[in-house]
Nanobody, 120 residues
């Protein structure tokens, strides 16, 4: 059974930094795209950053220049380095991964979410 386990969230002051990690485990044949989403209270879940298996990345306009997504394919892990954090970055952050099975099917998985709170 595939699991995505996130870590690294917490409380940080305005302008601070946090690094989120998400490790995938269990029955993985091949990882495809991985990404980070966030959902603030009363708002829809939105894409923060994504990365493909070949290392291409994309970012929401609101985090460009401040956040960096990276992945370690050997460890089936994706990271999100968040710098210059703002109160509007406060949200629950979710890891997402598309995973190929040995039969070639693609499945989408989500982590349990980790809270990031930025105080002013």
């Amino acid at each position: 059974q595939v699991q995505l386990v996130e870590s690294g969230g917490g409380l940080v002051q305005l302008g601070g930094s946090l690094r989120l990690s998400c490790a995938a485990s269990g029955g993985i044949f091949r990882l495809s795209t991985m990404g980070w989403y966030r959902q603030a209270p009363g708002k829809q879940r939105e894409l923060v950053a994504g990365t493909t298996s070949d290392g291409s990345t994309n970012y929401a306009d609101s985090v460009k220049g401040r956040f960096t997504i990276s992945r370690d394919n050997a460890k089936n892990t994706v990271y999100l380095q968040m710098n210059s954090l703002k109160p509007e970055d406060t949200a629950v952050y979710y890891c997402q991964a598309e995973i190929f099975s040995r039969l070639g099917y693609v499945y989408n998985y989500w982590g349990q979410g980790t809270q990031v709170t930025v105080s002013s």
